[in-house]
């Protein structure tokens, strides 16, 4: 099958010519290193839970903005950068702060700088703090002007406009209002009556449980009601006397939870409840205040998530005001992003959808009339950085030049959409609060990280650097990354791979092959950023001398909705197709060793690992499958129903996407890797294909890690990936 080869990356030096002269040693001395003289990766060096991985990263810079002044965070000392130079100027310094705020020994408000924020333009004040104490400090008057009235609580939400702060304590809502008056929302808080924290499971985009308003005096909080829930059996086993710990986990076609969203008004001290009405199987998400805090909007689901409406609520009363927008779908619709108002225009707002097949921006009025499409076209729009209100225009991070770039773009009321800078890559950006200027962080397959301040009020976009990291694995033996493309199995649609080479690939021999996977919504693993998005235990393993495959198969994201749609009702089938593309293409490489495939994955990619293996059984030879999800009906409400329907709705597919019938087709090695106490894919999971083997009487191997979620923390994920690499070191080699 043809592929498309984008770039390859040859990390390791030239190696030193054959010697032609003796006269000719001493220059032959100078070049770089060979791959012999290079040093070796250890996993030490490699994951994020080693003891050397801070050293092996791109040197970065922590940039805020003060209005449209920026500054430097570090741990000791904060500086202004002049964003037309580059140059820097101190500010003031840790010992300042801590000598303005009369800290002593037994009182240290600040132990570093890295987190300071600047909340209001046009007032030179730091926002610092840490668990004792949160404080605003003016830096020119060197005095301390406000500190809050809490400590150590949690899902804390300062306003700066107010100075309350939202707080959840022993399961109650508070807010302590600006002077430090404590409020006491709610009574009736427990594990079963949640307040002010994300709900849903952390789907549709939330990520918290409470929304001030613009003029930080009303308050916007979920309540969930989990009582009706069934109980997930988690167990502590350290003590003694291992101890139960109930977790709430709602699975597929089961019982869920109910929410409710609640209106605290500070000058009042009152609570309101959204009149929205009977919350069962009803999703309310991406809550969002008009500019005037007199309006409240939600967009709102059925259970079956093909059904999404936006809702507007009076914030006095709770009364519903109207329906604004509707959108349907056959399969789902998934609002992941809230309204935003344009700050020139009060009564419009933007919305994001994807009713035309791709994510892209809307322009509504208040009355819920649809004024302009604002972008378009067969690419995805990834963020909405902010506003320019000087030029009216929207600053998005969107793929428009290619799907595995992403790119940063100012796109005017008329929809002309204009590039704001000039490199491919991967751009993340930070908008100042009036948009004229942006951070612009990206890097480049070749690039490990650059940092750009651009002024984008001029003609074309003034850009300053401020950061071109050097490569932090210089000296070290490094492989070669590649990117290319083949087609999906449907033979039309392009996907795209990475794979990483030893770095003394020789195309004579014949390697040992791991294909990496995980397949799932909302991830993807190749993209245009440094090394192409590789996992650094990819370059450990291409060290010892195997080739890894990666592959962004149907079902993964920022293609499009029918590029993810293609797996709905039947998980893993298509991607299977997918993945089995890229078998196909590896066989046809003259130094992939077909006898010697392994794949390994983790959460989605465990269920693909363990899907291959068991319907591919003469392909892959080794498996390793970490938290894997085995039948859908375990897994929880929110996800599992959207992409498969309820057991009860689809029963034929939940019956084609379980693994359980496959355990007796097992016949390469696998391993199974679990934490013990995973919250996500419960060990329900893995202990039922395990008692599935046993009466079919495979073997697969099996590890757990006490005390662990679905990922391993800490320096537990270094004894993780050498578990790993050693099931493939065992046998595949």
Known sequence: MATNVILAINGTASTMKKKIKSLLILIALALPMTAQEQKLFTLEDLNFGGTNYHNMQPENMWLTWWGDQLVQTDVEECNLIDTKTGKKKLLFTLDDINRWAESDDSVRYVRHLTNATFPYPDKPLVAVGNRKAYILVDFKAKKMVWQDSISGQTANDWNPVSRATAYVKNFQLYVADGEGHEHQLTTDGSREIVYGQSVHRDEFGITKGTFWSPDGLRLAFYRMDQSMVADYPQVDVFPREATYEPDKYPMAGMTSHKVTVGIYDIKTEKNVYLK??????????????????????????NRAQNDCRLVSYDAVTGDCKGELYRETCDKYVEPLHPIQFLPWDQTKFILQSQRDGYNHLYIYDTNGKLLKQLTSGPWVVLDVLGFNTKQKSVIIKANKEHPLHQRLYSVSMAGTVKLLETVDGVHNGELSPSGNLLIDRYSTPTRPRVIDVVDITTKSPRHTNLLEAKDPWAGYQQPIFECGSIKAADGVTDLYYRMVKPADFDVTKHYPTVVYVYGGPHAH????????????????????????????????????????????HQLGQVEMLDQMEGVRYLKSLPYVDADRLGVHGWSYGGFMTISLMTNYPDVFKVGVAGGPVIDWQWYEVMYGERYMGTPQSNPEGYAKCSLIPQAKNLKGKLQIIT???????????????????????????????????????????????????????????
């Open 675 to 733: 934490g013990y106490n995973d919250r996500t894919v419960v060990p329900q999971h893995c202990l039922s294909f395990l008692d599935a083997c046993i009466k079919a009487g495979t073997q697969p191997d099996f590890f757990a890690y006490p005390g662990e979620e679905h990922n391993m923390r800490g320096h537990a994920s270094v004894h993780l990936h050498e578990r790993i690499t050693q099931y493939f070191e065992d046998y595949l080699k």
């Open 276 to 301: 929205a009405g009977d919350p069962t199987d009803r999703y309310f998400t991406n809550i969002a205040w008009s500019p005037d805090a007199k309006t409240v909007y939600m967009l709102e689901l």
């Open 525 to 568: 693993n190749i993209q245009a950023s440094w090394h192409w998005a590789s996992r650094s235990w990819e370059t450990y393993m291409a060290q010892k001398g195997y080739i890894v495959f990666i592959l962004d198969n149907r079902g993964s994201e920022n293609r499009g909705r029918e590029f993810e749609q293609a797996t709905w």
